[in-house]
């Protein structure tokens, strides 16, 4: 994919309930549930996370090399930025690679997805360690307001901000590694919408 990618983040408390609504709504399973581990790399010196940039490299069905530009605009919650992602045919060659170029791996983080496609958009059901969010992804906003209210989900509280750096908000306050976002680091760890500072929208 290469193109600019905008989305709306919101917070569930019930995931089942959203997916039973996409069942409703006839939505097209696009993606079936998948483990997803992510390794976020930077330079030594942190020029990447400075300027507000992501070099990521993913692994669920496939490997997937992935770059983001920092946020162009930030509109009632929706986060648009420059993309730039391809499959790579192997991870961990494709870990050599960066670290043999000097990058080095500066955050580990994990999460099962769901995807499904409705009105033209990509609606990704996420369960994080501390907690489980919605994602919808699509060129029009309209879309995306609209396919969030057909999901009863209250389009006013959008998180604006990525998945590790609402981790960075409890890290210290629960004594967690910053950069280890697993499900095994945080297994016996409870966090709420509270402690991250943000609203469910359902």
Known sequence: MNGHETEIKLCVRDLKRVQLRLHELKAQLFQTRV???????????????????????RKDTEAKFT??????EREDGILSRREVEFTVSDFESAKQFLELLGYVPVVFYEKFRETYELNGVHIMLDELPYGTFVEIEGE???ALQ????????????AVNAGYHA??????????LELSQLSFKALENVHITPEDLNIVPAD
């Open 67 to 72: 770059f983001k530009g920092p946020s162009e």
């Open 35 to 57: 483990h997803e581990i992510n390794l976020r790399y930077d330079n030594p010196t942190g020029d990447l996370r400075r300027e507000f940039k992501v070099l990521r490299l």
């Open 140 to 142: 029009d906003v309209s």
């Open 166 to 175: 609402l981790f960075e908000r409890v890290a210290g306050k629960f004594k």
């Open 146 to 157: 609209s396919t969030a209210t057909e999901l009863g989900l209250n389009w006013n509280v």
